[in-house]
């Protein structure tokens, strides 16, 4: 993991920029940015990220966060998404920042209750989804499609096509 720091430290930072960028109006596009959060971004948070970016690809701006970041992902987690060839297993939990959340178009919480921050004129979906934490694949696989299924309504909801 040591030797992985420094190129998680700098996708962390440029994610962190471009939200900056996008606040201050130096960075002008359409693309529509999505942020999942929970308590340990560690599980829902991960596997809605990785959703996103399986069914949209570039045209959407993807980031995830938690309020208490665990240490390591869920490897249920990683697992069950892994049996529909989405790969989550280079991901990592972190927290969320100020900017990230307040550059958002859509913010999606899932569990973290009052730790999620809450910003005016940002639109919020709550998802009452369960915590992989502790489940093993096939507890987990549920939770995973649900997931899907609410990422897919997102999509569909911002006229988002859904990649093949």
Not at 19 to 24: D, I, K, M, V
Not at 107 to 121: H, K, L, Q, R
Not at 150 to 162: D, S, Y
């Amino acid at each position: 993991m040591k030797g992985f720091v420094p190129l998680l430290v700098e996708r962390y930072t440029r994610q962190r920029l471009r939200a900056l960028a996008r606040l201050e109006g130096t960075s002008t596009t359409d693309t529509p940015m999505i942020v999942f959060l929970c308590v340990h971004n560690a599980g829902r948070s991960q596997m809605a990220a990785g959703w996103m970016q399986h069914l949209a690809g570039d045209t959407v701006e993807i980031f995830s966060g938690g309020s208490d970041p665990a240490s390591e992902i869920n490897p249920a987690a990683v697992a069950s998404m892994a049996e529909i060839g989405i790969d989550i297993s280079s991901e990592f939990p972190k927290p969320w920042t100020d900017e990230v959340v307040r550059a958002a178009d859509v913010v999606v919480t899932m569990g973290c209750g009052d730790a999620c921050p809450i910003f005016p004129s940002t639109r919020y979906l709550d998802w009452e989804i369960p915590d992989p934490a502790g489940l093993s694949v096939e507890e987990v696989r549920p939770i995973r499609d649900a997931l899907g299924e609410r990422v897919r309504g997102i999509l569909a909801e911002l006229q988002i096509p859904v990649r093949s």
